[in-house]
């Protein structure tokens, strides 16, 4: 069979249905020859993870259907697509250009620089020859499939899902098949030969900036392993190589964490007026914080699986992960947490802090997603005291951010106070105090290494201690800098600041129990007269009385608990109404008021946004039809759209004319509204409403109601029943004319 003739077939398949598609390109890949499917191989990947591709991302993992099912067994680690990857791999020079534009923009900006990230791109990198600037990446057959599905998460046009999709489902069995999480793991299946790089590639056509020599030893190239020279390309075939059996897992790890955990530096180094205002926005969608939160889960669960005895390769690699890592992990975390918009979504980011910072929740992969919640309560073990003073910063420094934006939201919201028990129970946990300040206070030993030398005084009287501080202070070093003074989580300046947060949490308490007792003494109504006789209260079911009482539970616990770890002990007899009295700001502006605590480092105060979208698409409310809402919405905005001019003519006009229009129409409106950037995150802009008609009125119950009781009041009249609603109308013209006039 040709190429033309095979390159036709696999059109006319990616044409048909998932399902249909699924088994065709499955009988194709048997039938021909996968020298005869290479040059299809990248429009395949592109049909599947392009945009929309296969719609991976909305299609909700727990609905059973043919198609799903047919996708999900196609596109397994052991299924048809990975079957043709790994035959396509044999040919050690079948390599596939991947765009540095479709990449991360900080990874696309270093590797267009010449910033070397490590030498894994400095044999991948391609260089064009007559502009002699980095345009792509050179790529086997599994690396592009890796990036290609990695790249789905965050694609331009795709919008942001909550769902549990096909998507998460594909990413835990990638994880849970190439990254196995059992002691004495089995080489990863099918057993595929790794074949290194030879000395014709690509790397010897670069410029030197790309292949430079003072990078970091890179975890996919062992020490020794990957010198670019003829004698140890001969010997890498006869000696053993580290990366026979793991080479997969090693591109998995370094795959994903480029591109779901790129965070752009310069970008967060923005002012929060100027992130703000600009278009340009390092914020990922909160689909994306659950794909890296799923991701830090497994590889806990990795890492915590490594073998002591008999260690293998694979062994080796679990427990070299996480610290090689950490700084990627941390400065995506760190620069999340501070630029998140603030809504409901900072739930999820902060949610990945705290499973990272966790790790003694996953040790058994048994109990993935099952008993992870128990796990939570228990006892921190001081075995996990080297892990603490490895990633100090992320305790002390991620501690104080969630601090300051936990200071300037309403507590009194259920969503936001459940955030806030969140941390509490973490910060409670049994012993994990007395652990992190063990770690600090090591930081105050007297320093035994000097600057010049790499060698610790062993003669010291507390050689545990001295372990504990050379950690810790590498970790401050590394992920915050040299020049970083580290404040540590529980001094007096924190518990400073954590004094004026308790005032805010006794505020929103006292709030949340105004609130509870307002809506307790006015329950709502269900029934059909209420909703005829009621009042239009858009928010009234927003929350019931339960949720009330639940936010009340929940701030008194936090408080107690707040107050329990950071010894504050006279917080308690301070009255509300002091609190009230002392402070400089009222309870509805306190979340504000606390902000002034919390400067930015640029000194301007950022300013708490308000969203507040469309009026046209708010939620239906109990009181609406909802077939109604959704007819009259599509009408008006068919009108809206053809007679968009004709309308903002007439509004704008001076006469009779234009002052009844202005009474009818929707005057223009400025709301705030997330969308996406070029680069497919989420940033806050202001958006105007042009003037428009609106006839979600119409579908009022209570309207609807009061027409057709003056529908029947004008047949007992012997009246047609039309006029009972020509008489409502020609008094709402009356009144429209009236107002007009005194417009």
Known sequence: MRNDVVSFRVQQILNQPVLLRCQELTNLFNEVDSKLLKECYPVILENIFGSPGWGLRITDRNVMSMEKEAAFKFLDPMGPLFGLTYKLCSDFYLKYELPLSLLPAKLTRDLEKGVLINSWYCERIFVDPQTRRATALKLNPFELLIFRFALHLIPHTQRDVWLESMYLQLVERYLCHFLPCQLQSAPVEPHVPYTPLSIQGACLSQPSVYCSPVSKASLLKPAGTFNQSSGTTASLHSQHNPLAEIWRTVHIIHILMDVWLSYDDEKSSLSPCLTKSSSVSSIPSAEHARMVRAFLKHLHYFSNSACSTNPSDMDEMKRMVIPMYKSKIYHFLSGCIKSWPYDHSFRIIMEAWLSYIQPWRYTNYANYGIRENHESGKPVDRRWLTFIAEHL????????????????????????????????????????????????????????????????????????????????????????????????????????????????????????????????????????????????????????????????????????????????????????????????????ESSLGASRLFDSPSGVSPVVPKPSGDPEKRPICSYEIAWLVRMFHDISSHFNREYHFEIQSVHTREDLVGRVARQVLQPPTTISVYERNREGYKVRTEKVLPARLSLRGLANAKLLFWLVVSCILAALFGFHYITGLCVPFLAFCAYIFVAALRD
Request: glycine share 2%; proline share 3%; with cysteine.
């Open 393 to 588: 910063p992320f305790y002390g420094c991620i501690f104080e951010q969630i601090l300051r934006r936990l200071s300037r939201i309403d507590l009194s919201i259920l969503k936001n106070a459940i955030m806030l028990h969140r941390v509490c129970r973490l910060i409670s946990l049994e012993q994990l105090k007395s652990i992190i300040s063990e770690a600090e206070e090591s930081l105050k030993l007297k320093s035994v290494v000097s600057p010049n030398s790499r060698y610790i005084d062993t003669t010291a009287d507390n050689p545990a201690g001295l372990k504990i501080q050379v950690a810790a202070q590498s970790a401050i070093s590394e992920l915050e800098g040299q020049m970083f003074v580290y404040k540590p989580m529980f001094s007096h300046e924190i518990t400073y600041q954590v004094r004026h947060f308790l005032r805010e949490v006794a505020v929103s308490r006292t709030k949340a129990e105004s609130l509870f007792e307002e809506q307790k003494k006015k329950p709502r109504s269900v029934g059909f007269w209420a909703v005829i006789f009621g009042f239009d209260d858009e928010h009234a079911e927003e929350y019931t009385v339960d949720d009330r009482r639940r936010v009340v539970d929940i701030l008194k616990n936090c408080y107690v608990l707040i107050c329990s770890v950071f010894e504050i002990r006279d917080m308690e007899a301070e009255s509300v109404s002091d609190i009230l009295n002392r402070s400089t700001f009222s309870p509805d």
